[in-house]
């Protein structure tokens, strides 16, 4: 699909993504998130095209929409990243990020000769503030969250969001309910296959953007199917 820069309207964003971020009275910063790769072949291996990167040792990026797109923002925020802390010494502040990042999204649907970005992206971060959480759109408008969705199941996703006392859950617990989410919104009838890419930033991961552990990426699969399951019997 490729966009106008005189469009006014933003792309469809195909993948859904959601994200909490909260200080657990358990668990301490916890900042999960989950993506709804979906399968565009079944000859491609896993793991590969995928959808969240790492931009700094303290920040995970995760994107939705035009996954060259979303690749080009990622290496821009990784190249801000990287100036800020060549220059003051220190690990470059999300919010700093988040505005810098945004700043570049919006500097593509000023001209002519440019077009916006087909992709919009959900920064998660651990920095001398504690936690943060920032979803950038396509235009460029960047805001904090709590919790943030992103893609074609945004709304829904949202409203499931709302539901949860995060203040309340684990890390661990955390991981599970966006798993939950991601699967309750999947359409298998519409929507092809999918792989569910997982990352947090939190005491476990020592404060750092990673994977979830595998052991722990198959529990919440199970816990999620199961919930599924339940849900249709019903």
Not at 27 to 35: C, D, E, F, Q, R
Request: charged share 25%.
């Amino acid at each position: 699909m490729v966009v106008s820069s005189r469009s006014s309207m933003p792309p469809r964003l195909s993948t859904t993504i959601c994200s909490f971020n909260f200080t657990g009275n358990i668990a301490g910063p916890l900042n999960p998130s989950g993506v709804e790769k979906l399968i565009a072949s079944k000859m491609m291996l896993p793991g590969s095209n995928r959808r969240i990167h790492s931009v700094h040792r303290h920040a995970g990026m995760a994107v939705a929409g035009l996954a060259a797109d979303g690749r080009q923002i990622v290496a821009r925020a990784k190249s801000e990243a990287r100036s800020y802390e060549s220059v003051y010494g220190e690990a470059v502040p999300v919010k700093e990020l988040s505005e810098r990042v945004a700043s570049y999204v919006h500097l593509c649907t000023l001209y002519w000769w440019l077009r916006p970005f087909g992709c919009g992206v959900i920064l998660g971060g651990y920095d001398r503030d504690g936690p943060q959480l920032y979803m950038i759109e396509p235009s460029g408008i960047s805001y904090r969250y709590f919790g943030a969705a992103i893609g074609k199941g945004k709304q829904a996703a949202k409203t499931e969001i709302e539901k949860l006392k995060l203040s309340e859950m684990t890390c661990k617990e955390g991981v599970i309910e966006v798993a939950k989410i991601i699967y309750k919104l999947h359409d298998e009838a519409k929507d092809k296959a999918f792989e569910l890419e997982m990352s947090w930033i939190c005491e476990e991961s020592k404060r750092e953007h990673q994977k979830v552990p595998d052991d722990l990426l198959e529990e919440a699969k199970t816990a999620a199917k199961t919930a599924l399951e339940e849900m249709d019997a019903d």
